[in-house]
């Protein structure tokens, strides 16, 4: 396996997040700036999209085109609508806990599922809490949220393989997976990879069933199959936070990059990156109508993990 090294695409961030490719554009959050960009294919003049000030992360469409953010520290996520209006679309005070609410993959149908972090972000940087292992969240489409799943350690990147839901869990260096059911209630949970060495964050899903996994200890981003194995590695410049599959082809990995996530380092710097590498295998998705191009909730493979009961690291 020989790795490919990324190219620059754009710099200048505080510190991006969540890439999402839409419509000939690469939507992504810039946490410490506190807004929402889309830039063209050529990386050039982002446009400023949508101000979050409770720091923005996830992001998603809904059927009708209005765009969905999470608000961090708001604890909400919040809706655009095709007006510009912006409104409350879902409250998640009562279950995201004391940390921050933090990415969303949006699916097809409008149902979104947002993973908190169970601990204050500047807090972890300075004192390393052991959080409580926080639960995944179900956000319907009319702005009910749900228990999706408990005792999840830190889930961060999701991305959608057919009807399987495979679930980045940071802090216990694997991936996660879950059956999605016909009420978009999450079953059969098990481990889809287990990853030494990578503390997944971002992730998306390529055409072939594999997914792509940004590695927030290392400067790179790994493809990797079900069971584990990694089929390809392309190396950044700096730590890897989240990833998308974009481009007129599908076939532009793009990488949010940062020498760190820590506000005080990076948001006076503003050293954050999108890096860009060609692969062969394209996302897929990129033909529903009203759905985010590559929010994390492509695909076409089946999952062929294994079951697996997951148990809490010790």
Partial sequence: MTPVTTT?????LAFGEAPRWREGRLWYSDFFAHAVFSVGDDGAAPTHELAVPGRPSGLGWLPTGDLLVVSMTGHEVLRRTSEGSVVRHADLRARSGPGDANDMPVLRDGTAFVGPFAFALPAFFRTRPQPAPPSLLRVDVDG???LAAADMHFPNGMALLGTTLVVAETFAMRLSAFDVGDDRSLRARREWAALEGCSPDGICADEEGAVWVANA???ECLRVESGGRVLERVVTSQPCFACALGGKDGRTLYCCTAPSSDADLVAPRRAGRIEAAAVAVPGDGRSAAGASDASGVVGRAPDTG?????????
């Fill in 217 to 219: 200890i290392a400067s």
């Fill in 306 to 314: 294994t079951w697996v009961p997951v148990t809490s690291p010790t």
């Fill in 144 to 146: 009910s949220v749900h």
């Fill in 8 to 12: 620059p695409f754009l710099d200048g």
